[in-house]
Every structure is written in C-alpha cells, then in structure tokens.
C-alpha cells in the first residue's frame, strides 16, 4: 500500500497540467479493480459541476438529462459523510424511494454499481467528490480502501498546486464545455450543438450553464466575448 502511494505521488509531482494528472491517477485507479470514475462538484446536495467522468458510453448523458442527482442516495448522502463510504453500506441504511431503487437498478443495468465515493469537503456547502465503480458484475477489491484513498486525496492536493501554479486567471472548462462554447461562438443554438455533438439539449444547457458560471458572466455571449479575451478560444 505505501509503496503504491508513494509512486503516485513522485509520478504526480512531476505532472503539470491537470489533463495528465487525471490520466495518471485514472490509470493508479484501474490497477485497483475500478473501471468507472467521477470527480463532482457539489453543493446543498446537487451536482453544480463535472470536471470528468469515465463511465460506460451514455451514462453520464443520462445522469445530466434525467437530472439523477436529484435523486441519486450518494449525492445526498455526501452531505454528512465525513470519511469515504460504499454505496451498498449507505443504500442499506437508507429508506429509499421507488425512483431512488429504480435508479440503482438502471445504473447496475448501464454498467455503473458496487462504488465508493470519497468526498473531498470545500468552503461553505460546496463538497466535492470522487466516486469509483464497477462496470461488470463481480466483487469490488478487498482491504483497498485506504489506497484508494491515498490516491484520491493526493491527487485532490496535486490538483490544486497545479492551478495555482498556471499564472493568470484560471478557468477549468471542461473538454464539454469548450466544445459548446466554441460553437456557441459561432451562434449555434443547444438544439444544434447537441446535434454536432451527438449529446442531448439538456446536457448541452447543462455545460453551457457552467460555463457561464465559471467564467462569472450572465450569459452565453458574455461568455463567448469573455473566453475570446482569455484566449480560452480563437476568434
């Protein structure tokens, strides 16, 4: 276990760019049996951000489009947690609802069970969270938790050294919402970009939204004038 962490923290030291420390740490994630990842942001128990996912094709789609973080037992959960828990522990603790049920048993059907989440607490209500699964039916690794651990924690304090390393305003789009804002700078509609993109209008709202979020902006041409001036885009 010590030997795992201190590679990864020697291998992610010498990153400098949060692109090839998320790779880094996906990869020390998967020698531990989990296919699936999420780092959320949330707050008052609802996603306000998903810088990445490694899910199965579509579930993250989904997951934005259907609003499941309304109901979803970890996200409302994550509020209280203190330590990192098993999402079986938690749901067997909790009186959960019809559609919170229906919910699990679609993401077991779309490749998604068995997790654990390690939340990551911020100022004021805002938690963030880093959740591991399964994506085929077998059992989750044995007596890994605090590697796992280790690794996510050490990849949460490399990723805040690498930010206040970049000189200058940080704005952390995501490859999503890049994607729709540089086609919302060339005046497609999110009907249209979720067609050139092959994702839903919601989900495109949904990126659209955060970005004009993050870069403080009230709405998407502010956005655009703003990320040309950043030169988070070409003109």
């Known amino acids: ?61 989904c997951y934005v489009a259907n ?9 409302r959960f994550v509020r209280s947690a203190r330590r990192p ?12 609802s019809s559609d919170q049920k229906r919910f699990l048993d679609v993401c077991r059907d779309m490749g998604v069970h068995s997790g654990i989440t390690i939340p990551l607490h911020g100022p004021g209500t805002d938690i963030d969270l880093i959740s591991l699964s399964l994506r ?13 651990c280790g690794l996510s924690y050490q990849y949460r304090l490399r990723l805040s050294e690498i930010n206040e390393e970049v000189a200058g305003p940080r704005y952390e789009l995501t490859s999503k919402e890049l994607e729709c804002l ?13 067609e050139i993109l092959s994702i839903s209008e919601k989900t495109v709202e949904f990126h659209v939204s955060n970005t004009i979020r993050k870069l403080g ?17 070409s003109i």
């Open 182 to 194: 540089r086609w919302c700078k060339e005046g497609k509609t999110n009907w249209e970009i979720g």
């Open 1 to 61: 276990m010590i030997a795992t962490i201190e590679n990864f923290i020697a291998s992610s030291q010498s990153t400098s760019t949060a692109e090839s420390l998320r790779e880094l740490y996906l990869a020390a994630i998967a020698k531990e049996g989990y296919q699936n990842a999420v780092f959320a942001k949330t707050r008052d128990g609802r996603v306000i951000d998903i810088p990445w996912t490694r899910f199965p094709n579509g579930y993250a789609d």
């Open 217 to 233: 902006v009230s709405n998407r041409i502010t956005a655009v004038v703003k990320a040309i001036q950043s030169g988070i885009v």
């Open 85 to 96: 828990f098993a999402w079986n522990d938690v749901c067997a603790r909790m009186n959960l």
């Open 136 to 148: 085929d039916e077998k059992r989750g690794p044995d007596g890994r938790l605090a590697t796992i």
């Open 67 to 75: 609003k499941w973080d309304a109901i979803d037992p970890v996200v």
